[in-house]
């Protein structure tokens, strides 16, 4: 790590332990805290209003933010929507944003339509929908929004939409692919972080909890786990970060870059399986309480591990590439090398 992302990992760190991770819904705060920092819309260009930091960067926050359960759209409003909107010319409204795939009837400025599972719906100030032809930007009054929630209780909200939109422009080229892969990415460094909390609150949990008169993280089979825990935590975050480095180094749809996104993926949605498994496992009953932090690492990791493609979406995304690049071409997909 570079001392300027070590310094923007203390950064990210102090924000997000700050915050409040429990709850539902759009921690308002927390984004206020992200904009004046910089970190909302961190790899946007400055004229879109961004900080334009790297994949790498976005790396580093975004693990930051799994790992403390962040409750913002930050990979929407940064990766997505910003991504989508500066791409198709479209001037980026203020507050946070969320991005959606999706089919609508466009006439003119006149936009009907239903759009599910928006992530963040309710709290975005604006939505940037992308049909097969089209980006269209939505604002709040074209909107009724029906609240719906994934496992985790983040927002993922039913949108129909009726009335003008504040902006459509011609869908640029590979538009869509792209935005899969982004989003990908997003969702396996958010599934990285959060792994590695439920790891640091297992780790914590077994050092005070006693049993038979001596903490429970001095029993072997709890250290075996723990380890095995420590083991996909690393996997995961190393794929991740890769992933991230791949991406920024050739660019999200290269070869490379596709190659190292689906890994990643498919890797941290392995990993967050067996990480909530053994959290849960470590912490007992308790840790199956609503009152215990740690059901909000874990149902982000059961939520996220879907999300986005799954790890059988993104295996059977890797399988095929191997396929076509041929015994040839395995060694070069494996490690990123010509």
Avoid: C
């Amino acid at each position: 790590m570079t001392t300027e992302n070590a310094e923007l990992a203390a950064l990210a760190e102090s924000v997000f332990a700050d915050a409040r991770a429990e709850g539902t819904g759009f921690d308002a705060g927390l984004w206020s805290t992200l904009e004046e920092t910089g970190l909302a819309r961190l790899t946007l260009p400055s004229d879109a209003g961004g900080s334009e930091g790297t994949l790498a960067d976005a790396a580093v926050v975004l693990a930051a933010a799994g790992a403390h359960a962040a409750r913002v759209p930050l990979v929407e409003t940064d990766l997505l929507a910003g991504w989508l909107l500066h791409t198709s010319g479209i001037e980026l409204p203020a507050g946070p944003l969320t991005a959606v795939r999706g089919e609508l009837d466009v006439d003119g400025d006149r936009v009907r339509g239903r759009l599910a599972r928006v992530p963040w719906a309710r709290a975005a100030a604006s939505v940037a929908v992308l049909t097969p032809a089209r980006v269209v930007l939505l604002g709040p009054d074209a909107l009724t929004v029906t609240d719906g929630t994934n496992v985790a209780e983040e927002p993922r909200d039913l949108v129909q939409v009726a009335g003008p939109a504040l902006a459509v422009a011609p869908a640029p080229g590979e538009v869509a692919e792209e935005l899969r892969l982004r989003a990908a990415l997003g969702r396996a460094l958010l599934l990285a972080g959060a792994a590695r909390g439920a790891l640091a609150a297992s780790v914590g949990y077994a050092g005070e909890r006693e049993q038979f008169g001596r903490p429970i993280g001095r029993f072997q089979a709890v250290q075996q786990q723990l380890a095995l825990a420590a083991a996909e935590v690393a996997a995961a975050s190393a794929a991740a970060s890769a992933a991230a480095a791949t991406a920024m180094a050739g660019g999200i749809r290269s070869d490379a870059g596709r190659f190292a996104i689906a890994a990643a993926k498919a890797r941290t949605s392995e990993a967050a399986g067996a990480v909530a498994r053994i959290a849960h496992q470590v912490h007992g009953a308790i840790g199956f309480t609503r009152e215990h932090d740690l059901r909000l690492l874990t149902t982000r990791l059961w939520a996220w591990r879907d999300e986005d493609g799954s790890d059988a979406e993104w295996n059977a995304h890797l399988g095929a590439a191997v396929l076509a690049a041929g015994a040839e071409g395995l060694w070069p997909q494996i490690t990123g090398e010509p």
